[in-house]
């Protein structure tokens, strides 16, 4: 086996290993004594692998978003509308889409706490790289696609802003509603709450 290959090997078993403490326990317990002891190399080793714990963290965090995608990729919405102006049948389809995408949003978070926060709770030095952004501008368009039913008019830059401001709102209703010293309400409230907000929201964007 060539170095490449046992430095492979090693990523892989890292990233698996801080995947399952960060899933079981949260960020904060991740190690990185902790992990060497666990994947059984040296503790200088993990630095052959990862140039800090920073890279790993968001490899951890790779997988999160991917494992998001397939569950937003799954949520059932509707086809856009074909040639001509959207109908209002169009854009009520569309509302229900943003609303069933934000209620998946919440799920999610309540199936996969520990992970869906280490997306938040990790703050790096400096700014993240490209694949990383690459990916999390990727899932907006999910939010984008009924946006451009609402909003054929809209350049693609304001329906980008759209689209983060109406996850803004949904991650801060699933944030307060998940946080156990805060308010911790129940999954069917804060489902009403979703349905409240971004149905409103989305049906104020229609002309």
Known sequence: MSTE???EQLRAALTDAAERTIAREGLAALKARDLAREVGCALGA???AFPDLDALILTVNLRTLLLFDRTIAAVRTAPGPGEGAPSRADREAAV??????????????????????????????????????????????????????LRPDLPEAERSLVAR???S???????????EKLMALSEPVLRRQIETVVGALGRGLAP
């Not at 934000?102 to 030095?125: C, I, K, S």
């Not at 700014?127 to 907006?140: G, K, S």
């Not at 709102?169 to 946080?179: K, N, Y």
């Open 96 to 149: 229900e889409d943003l609303v069933r995408l934000a209620v998946a949003y919440l799920r999610f978070a309540g199936e996969h706490p520990a992970r869906w926060r280490a997306l938040f709770q990790h703050r790096m030095t400096t700014a993240p790289p490209d694949w990383y952004l690459r990916e999390q501008v990727r899932l907006f368009r999910y939010i984008e696609a009924p946006l451009r039913v």
């Open 165 to 167: 401001t109406l996850f």
């Open 46 to 48: 993990i630095y052959t």
């Open 169 to 179: 709102a949904t991650h801060g209703i699933v944030s307060l509603g998940l946080d």
């Open 5 to 7: 290959e046992r430095r």
